[in-house]
């Protein structure tokens, strides 16, 4: 059983900055495609970002492309998500996900492990 832990959630104000961490309580990043996901109130669970096993492919929902950032550290079991230039509608609940699937995926079927979330909040 793998656990998944966020944190760095918080209130910002738009255009501001946030990084969020992903601990998890295995080598994970080495052995799974990990992602990055989001809720806003209201509606359903959304890809953000994600990262192959080797760190060498990402992928961006178009929304969030060239303002976040998905990173790993695998010496510290753990992922980032830096996120620049936030907008209110980037306001939602942040999910840490991992995936056991070959292959990297955008959708949350494929991801086996989840953090509980943390909140991020973009005012305007």
């Known amino acids: 059983q793998v656990q998944l832990v966020e944190s760095g959630g918080g209130l910002v104000q738009a255009g501001g900055s946030l990084r969020l961490s992903c601990a998890t309580s295995?080598?994970?990043?080495?052995?799974?495609?990990m992602g990055w996901f989001r809720q806003a109130p209201g509606k359903e669970r959304e890809f953000v970002a994600r990262?192959?096993?080797?760190?060498?492919?990402?992928s961006y929902a178009d929304s969030v492309k060239g303002r976040f950032t998905i990173s790993r550290t695998d010496a510290k079991n753990t992922i980032s998500l830096q996120m620049d230039s936030l907008k209110p509608e980037d306001t939602a609940v942040y999910y840490c996900?991992?995936?056991?699937?070959?292959?990297?995926?955008?959708?949350?079927?494929?991801?086996?492990?989840w953090g509980q979330g943390t909140q991020v909040t973009v005012s305007s």
């Open positions: 990262i192959s096993r080797s760190g060498g492919s990402t």
């Open positions: 996900a991992a995936s056991r699937a070959p292959l990297g995926s955008s959708s949350e079927a494929r991801y086996d492990y």
């Open positions: 295995q080598p994970t990043p080495s052995n799974y495609n």
